[in-house]
């Protein structure tokens, strides 16, 4: 009887992986995409991958770093002019640390740092003239902490005072715009106690800066055209009415004292009709254009 031999072979399995797809932009590859369908690597969101109105479609959102499809360090988005807009640090695709956003015409909004979404530490909010707006410190819960502050728009200090556990404790102190104490308040865990509550009169005349910046606009007199209509009623030249055009388009709108707009908008159109411009008044004078309707 024969003996039967068998030869146990070894079968190797191959595994083919699918091949990895990315972009290229400016020569670098970029928005990889794994043999695991995951997000690696450095990527920029473009207009056209974004759901966000006002982006041309190759134009950049935002940019930044994920690891297995969660973002990782800075993130930096854009406005749609194309100026920085926010710079966010991420762990695991939750703002963690330091961030900073940015007015649009280039100065800080914000800074500070977040942890469990909340903010922690140090905290600034300024004006777009780069003045500070607000000064705080935040402890690990996310309340207020210690010295907090306020500031005019000038850099004068508006509210100085203490809080605990997020909320107002002691004396604070409020200012006028020209520096002189405007009141104290005595607080105890946020309760004010208005029997240790004073106020005070400012030691020099407080300037009205909205009165001035309107003595400094030009005057330009708006009276009421032949063409205009008045949208109903009798009109005698003074009061609130709205008028328009011989296309029926809203010409002017606004308070009218002698026929003259004191107060409101005038409506300007193409020779096409389309409205290209909102003028606006106020007290007779021209104080600046609208921005002019979203369609």
Same mark, same amino acid.
């Given at each position: ?11 190797? %399995?191959?595994?083919?992986? /699918? ?9 670098? /590859? ?10 690696? $690597?450095?990527?920029r969101? +473009? ?13 950049? %959102? ?46 800080? @909004? ?11 530490g @140090? ?12 000064? +705080?410190?935040f ?5 207020r ?8 728009e ?24 020209n ?10 865990? $946020? ?7 004073? /106020? ?34 009798? +009109?005698? $030249? ?25 107060? $409101? @908008? ?22 600046g ?6 369609e």
């Amino acid at each position: 009887m024969k003996k039967l031999i068998y030869i146990l072979i070894p079968i190797f %399995v191959c595994s083919i992986s /699918t091949a990895q797809s990315y972009s290229i932009h400016n020569g670098d /590859t970029i928005n990889v995409i794994d043999e695991n369908n995951l997000k690696q $690597g450095f990527w920029r969101i +473009f207009g056209k991958m974004s759901n966000l109105p006002g982006y041309d479609p190759d134009q950049v %959102v935002e940019e930044g770093n994920y690891e297995n499809s969660r973002k990782q360090g800075i993130w930096v988005k854009f406005f749609t002019s194309g100026k920085k807009k926010s710079e966010i640090n991420y762990v695991n695709s939750r703002p963690n640390g330091y961030y900073k956003t940015y007015y649009e015409n280039g100065q800080v @909004e914000e800074e500070g740092s977040w942890k469990n979404n909340r903010s922690t530490g @140090e905290f600034k909010r300024y004006y777009e003239n780069g003045q500070v707006s607000q000064n +705080f410190t935040f402890n690990e819960t996310g309340k207020r902490e210690g010295k907090q502050q306020y500031f005019y728009e000038n850099g004068q200090l508006m509210i100085e005072g203490n809080w605990a556990g997020g909320k107002e404790d002691g004396v604070v102190t409020e200012y006028y715009e020209n520096g002189d104490i405007k009141a104290q308040k005595a607080f105890n865990g $946020g309760t004010i106690d208005v029997t240790n509550t004073k /106020t005070f009169e400012p030691k020099n005349p407080i300037k009205d800066k909205e009165a001035e910046e309107l003595a400094k606009a030009p005057v330009k007199v708006v009276k009421v055209s032949e063409e205009d209509e008045v949208n109903s009623g009798s +009109f005698d $030249g003074n009061g609130y009415h709205k008028m328009y055009n011989q296309n029926k388009q809203l010409s002017k709108a606004g308070t009218f004292k002698n026929y003259r707009l004191m107060e $409101g @908008e005038v409506y300007q159109y193409d020779k096409n009709g389309i409205l290209y411009n909102i003028e606006k008044y106020k007290a007779g004078r021209y104080i600046g254009d609208a921005p002019l309707p979203k369609e």
